[in-house]
C-alpha cells in the first residue's frame, strides 16, 4: 500500500488554489467573445446624396473623419433620426437589397453599408415627399457609389429590405485623440461586430478607471488630467453589452492629433 504524504497533498492542493485564482483573474478581463448575429429583415426606403465620389460623405455626424483614410471607404450611409439613436448607433453595418422597383439590379443580393452619418429631418416637407428622415420613418441616405451597386441612381430613392449584421473589421479598435490637458476626446474608429459603443472608461497608468461620457457620435470624453501616462481603455458595445479591456493603447507621451491602434476588438 502506497504511504500518504501530507506534505505533497498540501503542495498539490495549494497548486491547485493557485490555478483556481489565475483563471479567476483571467475570466475577470477576459471573457468569451459574445459573436452579434443579424436581426431580422425590415422594410424601409433608400435615396443617395453627393456624387460617384463620395466626397461630400467624409467628415458627417459620426466624426469619422475622412473615411477613406479611416477604412470605411465608400460603402456608407447616412441613417434616419430613428435610426440614429443619438449617435449610439454609429459604426453598426447593415445588408440593404433593393425590392420591389424597377430601378433595382436584378441579381444583386445585397450591399453592405456602415452607418456614418445622420439624416437630418426635414420638416418642410412631408415624410411622403421629400422629407424622407422625417420620425418615424427608416430611412437610408447612401453613397451614391454604394446605392449604384443596388439600383440605378435615377431612380432617386427606392424601397429596400434591410438588417443589421456584424461588422467586420481587419485589426483592432482604433482610437484618435484630441483635447488638452484637462479633456480627453477620443473617436473610436473600426469597432466590429454590433460596431456600436454603449460605454466607455480610460485609465492611466497612475489612476485607476474613470468613466467616460458620450459627447456626440463615436467621440467619447473625460475631464481629467491624464498627461504623462500611458492609457488603457475599457469599453462596452451598446447591442451586445460585451466588454473589452484595450491595454497600453498609448504610450506616456501620447500626443493629440495622433491615432494609436489596438489589437483587441468585438466579434
Not at 158 to 177: Q, T
Amino acid at each position: 500500500m502506497t504511504s500518504f504524504d501530507p506534505w505533497s497533498f498540501n503542495f498539490f492542493s495549494m497548486t491547485l488554489a493557485t490555478l483556481a485564482i489565475i483563471v479567476s483573474k483571467s475570466l475577470v478581463t477576459v471573457a468569451l467573445p459574445i459573436e452579434f448575429r443579424p436581426s431580422p429583415w425590415s422594410l424601409a426606403h433608400a435615396t443617395f446624396y453627393g456624387d460617384e465620389t463620395a466626397s461630400e460623405t467624409l467628415g458627417g455626424a459620426c466624426g469619422y473623419g475622412n473615411l477613406f483614410s479611416n477604412g470605411y471607404g465608400t460603402d456608407t450611409a447616412a441613417l434616419s433620426t430613428t435610426l440614429f439613436n443619438n449617435g449610439f448607433a454609429c459604426g453598426t453595418c447593415y445588408q440593404i437589397k433593393c425590392v420591389e422597383s424597377t430601378w433595382c439590379y436584378p441579381g444583386v443580393p445585397f450591399t453592405t453599408v456602415t452607418a456614418t452619418n445622420l439624416c437630418p429631418p426635414n420638416w418642410a416637407q412631408d415624410s411622403n415627399y421629400g422629407g424622407w428622415c422625417n420620425p418615424p420613418r427608416v430611412h437610408f441616405d447612401m453613397s451614391k457609389p454604394a446605392f449604384m451597386k443596388i439600383a440605378q441612381w435615377k431612380a432617386g430613392i427606392v424601397p429596400v429590405m434591410y438588417r443589421r449584421v456584424p461588422c467586420v473589421r481587419p485589426g483592432g479598435l482604433r482610437f484618435y485623440f484630441q483635447g488638452n490637458g484637462y479633456w480627453l476626446l477620443i473617436y473610436v474608429m473600426n469597432v466590429g461586430g454590433g460596431g456600436d459603443i454603449a460605454q466607455m472608461w480610460v485609465k492611466g497608468s497612475k489612476t485607476g478607471w474613470i468613466s467616460m461620457s458620450h459627447n456626440w457620435g463615436a467621440t467619447y470624453q473625460a475631464f481629467a488630467t491624464l498627461g504623462g501616462q500611458s492609457l488603457s481603455f475599457k469599453i462596452t458595445s451598446y447591442t451586445s453589452k460585451e466588454t473589452i479591456i484595450a491595454w497600453d493603447v498609448a504610450p506616456a507621451n501620447w500626443n493629440v492629433g495622433s491615432t494609436y491602434t489596438t489589437d483587441v476588438n468585438f466579434h
